[in-house]
């Protein structure tokens, strides 16, 4: 058993644009209740229908989303940051056509909870799993290029979670997390986290050293199996599997 604190939570309602840090969310059979709720779709004709991700375009991350309305669990839609300062409402007539013209790209906006890549999922990161990959590549990691929903203070050594199996449990307060079901357990990374947080310009060593050092693995998914709020601050407890 290891234990610490949740040092960070962070919610994405709008997928592959950035997102927002939040003292308490609510964890359900949705993930991190608004996380990933919406997305912006594809309509060139031959991806017509699908959702656009920063892995097509990267400028997607000079956009933020954020909910105004409530703290804890969303209750009306984002509201969304283009990258010359104007706030849009994600129901104004005029967004889908401001994001268009940034990105170049003609699309459509969806909404619609679960749309994490791998199902309604909580992906939980590990502060000293951090802090030793700063140390090996010599350089800041920044933790928003993980996209993360829940950061942990453990005292369990840097990069112990690349050996966790199924049933591993995490518990915060009422919430408990658990490594079940398709996909879950160790994160295998793709190249977002290569891209910096707003998108500038791409680091390529991170993921070559993820996937040479590590087996590309960063983080957990994890499923809801006990819903919940969970906060910033509160005792986080970890019962691995290996």
């Known amino acids: 058993m290891f234990e610490g604190t949740v040092a960070g939570l962070n919610r994405w309602p709008v997928k592959s644009l950035r997102g927002e840090r939040v003292a308490a969310a609510r964890f359900d059979d949705r993930g991190m209740a608004g996380d990933r ?41 984002p509201a969304l940051r283009g990258p010359d300062g104007t706030k849009w409402s994600w129901t104004d007539p005029g967004v889908a056509g401001a994001l268009s013209a940034s ?71 009422e919430v408990e997390l658990t490594a079940t079901g398709k996909n879950s357990g160790p994160c295998i990374r793709c190249a977002v986290p290569s891209w910096d947080a707003a998108g500038r310009e791409r680091w390529p060593k991170l993921q070559t050293w993820l996937i040479e050092q590590h087996e590309n693995k960063f983080g957990m998914i ?19 599997v290996l």
């Not at 004709?45 to 909910?67: E, H, I, K």
């Open 37 to 77: 709720a919406f997305a912006l779709i594809d309509q060139r004709d031959r991806r017509r229908g699908s959702v656009l991700t920063v892995r097509q375009n990267p400028a997607m991350l000079t956009w933020r989303s954020f909910y105004d309305d409530e703290p804890v669990a969303y209750s009306a839609p």
């Open 103 to 173: 990105l170049g790209i003609p699309l459509e906006l969806r909404a619609a909870d679960g749309m994490q890549d791998r199902g309604p999922t909580v992906l939980v990161t590990f502060e000293a799993s951090r802090v030793a990959l700063e140390r090996e590549l010599g350089a800041p990691v920044d933790l928003d290029r993980f996209r993360t929903n829940m950061h942990l203070e453990l005292d369990a050594p840097a990069f112990a979670e690349e050996d966790w199996g199924e049933d591993t449990r995490i518990t915060v307060g």
């Open 222 to 240: 994890m499923r809801v199996t006990r819903a919940g709020v969970a906060r910033v601050g509160e005792a986080a407890s970890v019962q691995p």
